[in-house]
């Protein structure tokens, strides 16, 4: 079982910058950020497999900058250039694979609002 906790969210202009962190109880194989506002759909962000291996949501790429940081097994994802549509409730997703089984697990969120 794996804890995510979500820390960074708050208030940011539209032209600033924001950094999202995703603490973990332990390792995880891939880790995600998704993002979701009232009555809408849960949806992908950003996500990384091992330290390196990077995807980006096609509305947000060039804006997005995900890492991980093996000794606390944190991941952060950065956000420039926020615009108010970014507005939401970011989730951390993990995903591991353990003798065959596969498990997800999210975070509680942490809300962003982007304000002018």
């Known amino acids: 079982q794996l804890r995510l906790v979500e820390s960074g969210g708050g208030t940011v202009e539209v032209g600033g910058s924001l950094t999202l962190s995703c603490t973990a109880s332990?390792?995880?194989?891939?880790t995600n950020w998704y993002r979701q506002t009232p009555g809408n759909e849960r949806d992908f962000v950003a996500g990384?497999?091992?330290?390196?291996?990077?995807n980006y949501a096609d509305s947000m790429k060039g804006r997005l900058s995900i890492s991980r940081e093996d000794p606390t097994n944190t991941v952060y994802l950065q956000m420039n250039n926020p615009q108010p549509e970014d507005s939401a409730t970011y989730y951390c997703?993990?995903?591991?694979?353990?003798?065959?089984?596969?498990?997800?697990?999210w975070g509680q969120g942490t809300h962003v609002t982007v304000s002018s």
């Open positions: 332990g390792r995880a194989p891939a």
């Open positions: 997703n993990a995903e591991t694979w353990t003798e065959g089984n596969y498990k997800n697990y």
């Open positions: 990384i497999i091992g330290n390196s291996g990077t």
